[in-house]
C-alpha cells in the first residue's frame, strides 16, 4: 500500500492556490509493528505540514505583513510574521 499525502491551500474564495506533497509512505503485508505511522515518519509529515503552511502564509499575495516579532528561545531567535487579509470583514 502506498499513502500519499497532500497539503491543499485555498483562497478566501475557495480557489485552490497550493497542492503540495509533504509525505508519502509504502507499507507492505500488515504486520503490527507497521501498523500507522513510526516516530520518524511523522515528524517528516509535521515538517512538511509546517514548511508548506508558512511557505504559504508568508508569501500569499492576499496578505499583507503588519508586525514582526521576535522571541528569544535558547539560542535561537523565532520571528513571526503576523498578517492580515486585505479584506475588511477578516
Not at 500519499?4 to 491551500?9: G, P, T
Request: glycine share 6%.
Amino acid at each position: 500500500m502506498k499513502v500519499r499525502i497532500q497539503v491543499i491551500v485555498e483562497s478566501d474564495h475557495g480557489a485552490t492556490q497550493c497542492v503540495e506533497d509533504v509525505a508519502e509512505f509504502e507499507r507492505g503485508a500488515l504486520q503490527p509493528d507497521a501498523l500507522g505511522l513510526t516516530l520518524a515518519e511523522a515528524k517528516a509529515l509535521l515538517q512538511g505540514v509546517q514548511r508548506t503552511i508558512v511557505a504559504e502564509q508568508t508569501t500569499c499575495g492576499s496578505r499583507k505583513p503588519v508586525a514582526t516579532v521576535n522571541r528569544q528561545v535558547g539560542a535561537c531567535v523565532i520571528t513571526r510574521l503576523d498578517a492580515h487579509s486585505d479584506d475588511a470583514t477578516h
